[in-house]
Nanobody
Framework: QVQLIESGGGFVQTGGSLRLSCAAS????????MGWFRQAPGREREFVAA????????LYATSVKGRFTISRDNAKNMLYLQMDSLKPEDTAIYYC?????????????????WGQGTQVTVSS
């Protein structure tokens, strides 16, 4: 059974940076793509970024492209999201997830495992 635990969230001012981490346990995830999603109160879960099984291919939401960087370290079973130039609209709970075998990288339904999330709050 795969378990994912996010960490690194917190409070930051506009323009600041945070680095989120996702620790995976319960087996190797080398063969799976992974992603980050976020959800603000009253809103749908939103795609943020994804990467291929080896991290060579990355995909970003337009709203975060150029500011966020997704990466992974398969030897450590870790997924990361470096967030720079943060804006108040980035405020949300951030979730890491492991993809299934098919489906759109943009869709939450294409991911089979989820963490519990970590809160990111960006203030002016």
């Amino acid at each position: 059974q795969v378990q994912l635990i996010e960490s690194g969230g917190g409070f930051v001012q506009t323009g600041g940076s945070l680095r989120l981490s996702c620790a995976a346990s319960g087996g190797s995830l080398d063969a799976y793509g992974m992603g980050w999603f976020r959800q603000a109160p009253g809103r749908e879960r939103e795609f943020v970024a994804a990467c291929s099984w080896n991290g060579d291919y990355t995909l970003y939401a337009t709203s975060v492209k150029g500011r966020f960087t997704i990466s992974r370290d398969n030897a450590k079973n870790m997924l990361y999201l470096q967030m720079d130039s943060l804006k108040p609209e980035d405020t949300a709970i951030y979730y890491c997830a492991v993809r299934g075998l098919s489906g759109s990288y943009f869709s939450p339904t294409s991911y089979q495992y989820w963490g519990q999330g970590t809160q990111v709050t960006v203030s002016s």
